[in-house]
């Protein structure tokens, strides 16, 4: 695949292709989990993604539970968890691996020595920021909050 936006990846409410529909905006990606230290983010992320949706801007979300097994639930419970204590409505794709031998293509994709970011990630909420092309422009560690200035100086160039 040559573009973040030429995966396929199945939605949280059951949707086979997820990302065709966001083609042409910038985006993004985070991998989620319900019960971290940093699952307060969401509220930030959601912040972020209503301020902005208007200039074709997206959040993703990928559950995740390969760390400390911080994402037990399945998807209806990621799902009714994200909208009872923070209200997302950005999307959310179906549970993925980031790391390891049953690494999501997209994430081995994201994570290349091509696309500039490479390695695997190191937590929960890393952020990948995509470009309208579907090009990666950016890599941010977990402890990135939505609301720090570097980040939303680079969405700002991007937008």
């Known amino acids: 695949m040559s ?7 199945k939605g949280i409410d059951g949707v086979h292709d997820m990302l065709a529909p966001l083609r042409g905006s910038v985006a993004l990606v985070v991998n989620v989990a ?3 230290g940093y ?3 969401y509220a930030g992320l959601e912040r972020m993604y209503r301020e902005l949706k208007g200039q074709r801007f997206t959040v993703i ?8 097994q911080q994402e037990p639930g399945a998807e209806a419970d990621i799902m009714r968890f994200c909208t009872i ?8 794709s179906a549970k993925v691996d980031v790391n390891g031998a049953n690494r999501h293509p997209l994430y081995q994709w994201l994570t290349a020595q091509e696309n500039g970011f490479p390695g ?3 937590w ?5 920021l995509v470009d309208r092309h579907g090009k990666v422009i950016g890599r941010y560690p977990s402890g990135t909050k939505p609301e720090d200035n570097g980040l939303l ?6 937008l």
Not at 124 to 128: P, S
Request: hydrophobic share 35%; charged share 15%.
């Open 39 to 41: 699952t307060p983010q």
């Open 85 to 92: 204590n923070y209200n997302v409505t950005f999307p959310l």
């Open 3 to 9: 573009d973040f936006y030429s995966f396929r990846v």
């Open 34 to 36: 319900s019960q971290c």
């Open 124 to 128: 929960n909420f890393e952020k990948f």
């Open 120 to 122: 695997d990630l190191q």
């Open 153 to 158: 100086q680079e969405i700002a160039q991007a």
């Open 61 to 68: 979300g990928f559950p995740c539970n390969q760390f400390g």
